[in-house]
Nanobody
Framework: VRLMESGGGTVQTGGSLKLSCEVD?????????MAWFRQAPGNERESVAL???????FYAESVKGRFTISQDNAGNTLYLQMNDLTPEDTAKYYC???????????????WGQGTQVTVSP
């Protein structure tokens, strides 16, 4: 499984960004559970949003109502639309994949390299 994130950058408080993750599982008939995580300097990595292959989505309380996880119909690209950003959202964001059941607390098997998001005051 190969994952590659893009779309990070610097925005002001209240701004928006949309992250993308190119997904290559090598098997279009076995779609994994997909998620976005983030890690700020000095902090542990935390789950942000999760999407089952059937489409159901789950969010961390800190981003609920502001972030939206989605995926194109072919399963080739995962997105994270981030609105109303605050400096607390500043982190490196990672795309992750896991075959089988998953929750926001699951250990994911496959990871991208990450993309930096910085929100200025």
């Amino acid at each position: 499984v190969r994952l590659m994130e893009s779309g990070g950058g610097t925005v002001q408080t209240g701004g928006s960004l949309k992250l993308s993750c190119e997904v290559d599982t090598g098997n279009p008939y076995n779609q994994p559970c997909m998620a976005w995580f983030r890690q700020a300097p000095g902090n542990e990595r935390e789950s942000v949003a999760l999407r089952w292959s059937g489409g159901r989505a789950f969010y961390a309380e800190s981003v609920k109502g502001r972030f939206t996880i989605s995926q194109d119909n072919a399963g080739n690209t995962l997105y994270l639309q981030m609105n109303d950003l605050t400096p607390e959202d500043t982190a490196k964001y990672y795309c992750a994949a896991k075959f089988g059941a998953c929750t926001l607390q699951s250990d994911f098997e496959f990871w991208g390299q990450g993309t930096q998001v910085t929100v200025s005051p």
